[in-house]
């Protein structure tokens, strides 16, 4: 599984799934760290197929909207 980690949440849970075996990044390992847009990090999830980790409910709207990123 990929994961990319969300700027709300610390880097140590990305960290953390990294060191149990699973591809992890952290919004803080992008070119624009925690600046990194919603439409960003949501283009990495779908190019990428990473499961998105956040606390931001637009991501929840954008998935039950428009289907993306799929689950």
Same mark, same amino acid.
């Given at each position: 599984? *990929?994961?990319?980690?969300?700027?709300?949440?610390?880097?140590?849970?990305?960290? =953390?799934?990294?060191? #149990?075996?699973?591809?992890?990044?952290? $919004?803080?390992? =992008?070119?624009?760290?925690?600046?990194?847009?919603?439409? @960003?990090?949501?283009?990495?999830?779908?190019? @990428?197929? #990473?499961?998105?980790?956040? *606390?931001?409910?637009?991501?929840?709207?954008?998935?039950?909207?428009?289907? $993306?990123?799929?689950?």
């Amino acid at each position: 599984m *990929k994961f990319i980690v969300d700027a709300q949440l610390p880097k140590s849970l990305s960290d =953390l799934l990294n060191y #149990r075996g699973l591809d992890s990044i952290h $919004t803080l390992d =992008l070119a624009n760290k925690n600046a990194t847009s919603d439409k @960003e990090i949501l283009e990495i999830a779908i190019n @990428e197929k #990473r499961i998105v980790i956040t *606390k931001d409910k637009d991501f929840l709207e954008s998935f039950l909207v428009n289907a $993306t990123p799929e689950n």
